[in-house]
Nanobody, 122 residues
Framework: QVQLVESGGGLVQAGVSLRLSCAPS????????VGWFRQTPGKEREFIAA????????YYADSVKGRFTISRDNAKNTVYLQMNSLKPEDTAVYYC???????????????WGQGTQVTVSS
């Protein structure tokens, strides 16, 4: 199975940028897509962005298009989420996940990291 470790979260002011990192390890040959999700207490886990591991094709939720960018460095086994112009509503626990298909539902992903907290203050 793939193990994933997120890093880069923190407490920041609105308008600044953060870059989150996800470091997968293990059986990456079975991974087709690596994605980012976020979740706040009492709300459903929300899809943010995803990238195919080998081809680098990306897709995004409408809410973050033009503001967030997903990328990957296969040699370093790292996926990044660049978040610009952060807003208080971006506050959430951010998770990276790996899956064997092209999708945007949590059920499309079978390996999950522990999450990293992003808090954006006004």
């Amino acid at each position: 199975q793939v193990q994933l470790v997120e890093s880069g979260g923190g407490l920041v002011q609105a308008g600044v940028s953060l870059r989150l990192s996800c470091a997968p390890s293990g059986e990456m040959y079975m991974t087709y897509t690596v994605g980012w999700f976020r979740q706040t207490p009492g709300k459903e886990r929300e899809f943010i962005a995803a990238i195919t591991w080998r081809g680098g094709m990306t897709y995004y939720a409408d809410s973050v298009k033009g503001r967030f960018t997903i990328s990957r460095d296969n040699a370093k086994n790292t996926v990044y989420l660049q978040m610009n112009s952060l807003k208080p509503e971006d506050t959430a626990v951010y998770y990276c996940a790996a899956g064997g298909s092209y999708g945007s539902s949590p059920s499309d992903f079978d390996s999950w990291g522990q999450g990293t907290q992003v808090t954006v203050s006004s």
